[in-house]
Each structure stands twice: as C-alpha cells, then as structure tokens.
C-alpha cells in the first residue's frame, strides 16, 4: 500500500484534472474530428481543457494523460479470472446527458466469474490522490479502489492486460468487506471529488453493461421464439435443439453466426470438408432489422489462402433452398477467441468472398462461420 501522509494540493489538483481529461473528454479522434456534432461543440464549450487540447498540437498530446501504461497488450486472451486487470468494451463507451465522454476504464477482477457476471474494483494511477483506502497494486497499474466496486457482467471486460498479485487482490477483498474506510468527511475535498467521479464512471459502465446485456438477451428469446413458431415447438423446447455459443461482445451477428441447431433441426447437409455452416436470415424488405425466418445451411468454400490482401476465403451459397442473397457476414474463429469479422465481403450472384486484412490464422485450429441474408 502507497500513501502520502502530507496532502500536495498541487500535485493532488494535477492529477484530478489529469482524471477528468481521462474519464470525461472525447478522444483525439473525436475532440479533433471535422465533422463537429451538437455533444462535442456542447462539451467545448464548457471544458477549457479541451479548448486547450484543441490549441495544442495534435502529436505532443496523444501520449500526455495515458493514466495507466502497459508495454503490450497480451496477444493470447485468457479466460477471466480472479486478480486480472482489464478494460471495458469500447461499445460502452460515449456521451451522458451532461455531456461528458465517459471513457474505458481499467478495472482489477476481485472474484472469479459466477452467472455471467464478476466483481471488479475500479484503478487509477495518480499516487497523490491516494489513501490508506486504495490498495497498491504495481507502479505500471496503480492502485485499486476498495470503495469503488461493482457487480458486472463478464461481456463489459474487452482486453485482457495484466495480473496482480495476490496480496493485493486479498486486501482489496478484505478493506471491502469490512467497510472501514475514511469517512467521506474526513478527506481532503479534492479527494472527496476524486472518489464521486470515479464511482460515477463504475456505476455509469455497470448500468450500461447491463443494459447490453439484457438487450441480448431479448434479441436471443427473440430468434428462439422465432424458430419455436415455425418448428411448432415451444420456446423451452426450441431452446434446447438451438445452442448460441458465448461470446465476449454485444454485437448480436457474431453469437448468431456461430450458433447451432442441434438434433432434428441440424442442416440435412451438415459441413463436411471444404465446407462451413452459415445461418439464413430472411429480412423483411419493408422493416428493416425484422427477421422472418431462420435456418442453416453448408456453404462451399472454394479458396482459403493468405495473399498480399490478408486472408482470403472463397466460396459458393447453395442455390436451394436459397432465395437470392442479398449481402453476407463472415467471421473466422480460433480455438476460444473472439471471432474476427471479415474488414471485406463481397457478393455476386451465389458466389463470395470475404478478405480478413492483417490476418495470419491457423488454419488446422480455425474456421469460418456466415451469416446469409436473403
């Protein structure tokens, strides 16, 4: 445990200005965007950190309030687990109505994960704002705040990118279970402010979270009631010859790709060799985003190679019981990582090919799965 015993009320204002750039102001890419909207232009004109950032260079400030600074993100993602750091997705990030950016933050798991959901504790960097309440977890991560800890579901974390040690993680626990911090009273008042901002921005990701979740979660019961109607089965049925696998995102075309239907309800043509599953969606032409029917077919893939473009994957829709396609997803997944979306697709007549640009997959522990909408 760090702690300064005498308050630096320079440093200490310093590094609560530092907090709010880090957790309330747009990005670069945002702040110094030419297409300028109502939140930015609001937001402006009420902070006067960025109008500073905006009359600075662009280069010198990237790296100025990186508050936490790690050599390079793990490329092998672990399963979550009790004493990691990670960050929230970037799908939950953005605007309140007050019109701050609240922007990813960093957070240590202070459990493993139970029901889909893990305890976390939020950290931050800044030595001088810390007290005998913050928990000292190394000088590359900072502190974790023993009374900044939320419930939240695994889905928010996104990046996986450092391990703490097992002390620390105990400490936090055991600050947290006996709730015997400084009363609120007692702190210095940038302290004070520095403690409501930052359990603002956990209870902000936490209800966000949540929101992404059950939001899924509709858009799940959705597609099952749509297959119990037309299988004339009942959703509880349905949902046992119908697996979506679990997938850390909120962006529902994934889970729906690489979905199954089991049993009965498998494809009369299951993927054999140089084949992949895809799942049929057929849109409603007048109501966008309304789905009528689901089913899964074995597509052929012709070509799967790396060439100058990136990953290339080839192939032919089948003609029946196809209607005329109108545009296809396709992801390639390895092992248990997060599948990656193809950054191109294209479609001519039954025919596709999708590029996955920077790839370098392992063929032998990977494969691809699509989304076909007709």
Known sequence: MKNNNKYDEENMSSSLSSLYINRFCPPDTILFSKNIDKEIKGHIEKCTMCQERLSMDLEPWKDL????????????????????????SKSIEGWDNSGKYINSSFVITLSNPENGHVRVAQIFSEESLATTDDIFLSDEAGFGEAWN?????????ARFWSEAPKSA??????LAESKLFTPIQELHPLIAEFRKQEQEVLAIFTERAE??????????????????????LSLSEISKKFDFPD??????????????????????????????LAIVLHEDVSMPDVIRDVR??????????????????????????????????TWWAEKDNEPIKASECVLADNYFQAVF????????????RMLIYV
């Open 169 to 174: 993680i105990d400490q936090i626990n055991s």
């Open 211 to 232: 929101a992404a979740e059950r939001k899924l979660a509709e858009k799940k019961i959705n597609i099952l009631e749509l297959l119990a109607k037309r299988f004339k």
């Open 247 to 276: 997938i850390r995102t909120w962006d529902f075309e994934p889970h729906l790709a690489f979905a199954s239907f089991t049993g009965d309800l498998a494809p009369a043509n299951a993927a054999t060799e140089g084949q992949c």
């Open 65 to 88: 309030f990186k508050i936490l600074k790690f050599d390079k993100q793990n490329k092998e993602v672990p399963d979550i687990q009790l004493g990691q750091i990670w960050d929230f």
């Open 296 to 329: 899964q077919v074995a597509v052929t893939i012709t070509h799967m190679d790396s060439t100058d473009e990136g990953f290339l994957i080839a192939g032919e829709l089948p003609e029946d019981p196809l209607d005329t396609p109108v545009r296809v997803q």
């Open 149 to 157: 800890i939320a419930s939240i579901p695994t889905r928010a974390l």
């Open 357 to 368: 640009k920077g790839l370098k997959p392992d063929k032998a522990a990977g494969h691809p």
